[in-house]
């Protein structure tokens, strides 16, 4: 168990729509990464926070932004959706050092 | 060039076989290495680091050669239960700790 969850399990959203995905952690680490995983790729890099503040960011555009929380929590939110956004999203803890514990992961279908 | 490439498979291999993974990477300041295993449908899961020397945990050996921008994962003694899609995943050098992860592999184990 990472102690890594997430919510929702499962999200349907309509083209155009917006949406916020969460995800908390017990392990204390103050680095939260966020990544996209469409169907038979690896997960894509989308951005990195550390104590509170974003530190790096892929190749995603900016409807895609995120916050994090004092409280080990964190929100993924993308605005106007598009059909390519149909994918897992995966948050990812980790600390000093490079390994990084992932949630469960939200399914986000759009429509 | 894709920063991280590895072996499209499927592999299908009967219980007890050894196996092979291959992934090559572009960026040569690349810090450290990993495999993770991907269940269908679940979040990755750090299978184990990579290192120079080469390590071996029970029926899994890594290695790498950092000349050649290569990593290697052999599993042997194949169980059904190592079904799963094996991806390698680099840490990228910048500021920030973030993995880059290959396509992955997916091994099919049968009786």
């Known amino acids: 168990e990472t102690g890594v969850t997430q919510s929702p399990t499962h999200l349907i959203k309509t083209r155009g729509q917006q949406v916020t995905l969460r995800c908390s952690s017990q392990s204390g680490h103050n680095t939260v990464s966020w990544y996209q995983q469409a169907l038979g790729q690896g997960p894509q890099f989308i951005f990195q926070y550390y104590r509170e503040e974003e530190n790096g960011r892929g190749n995603f555009p900016p409807r895609f932004s995120g916050l994090q929380f004092p409280n080990y929590s964190s929100e993924l939110n993308v605005n106007a959706l598009e059909l390519d956004d149909s994918a897992l999203y995966l948050c990812a803890w980790g600390g000093s050092g490079y390994e990084q514990y992932f949630g469960p992961g939200t399914r986000l279908t759009v429509t | 060039r894709k920063e991280v490439e590895q072996d499209p498979g499927p592999f299908n291999v009967p219980e007890g076989a050894t196996v092979a993974f291959n992934c090559t990477y572009s960026?040569?300041?690349?810090?450290?290495f990993f495999w993770y295993r991907q269940d269908c449908r679940k979040e990755p899961k750090l299978l184990m680091s990579v290192y120079s020397s080469g390590n071996e945990d029970g029926r899994f050996t890594a290695q790498l050669n950092r000349a050649s921008q290569y990593i290697s994962l052999l599993i042997r003694d194949s169980k059904l239960s190592d079904s799963a899609t094996y991806l390698c995943?680099?840490?990228?050098?910048?500021?920030?700790?973030?993995?880059?992860f290959g396509k992955g592999t997916m091994l099919l184990v049968s009786p």
């Open positions: 960026n040569s300041a690349s810090q450290s």
């Open positions: 995943v680099v840490n990228q050098p910048s500021g920030y700790s973030t993995l880059t």
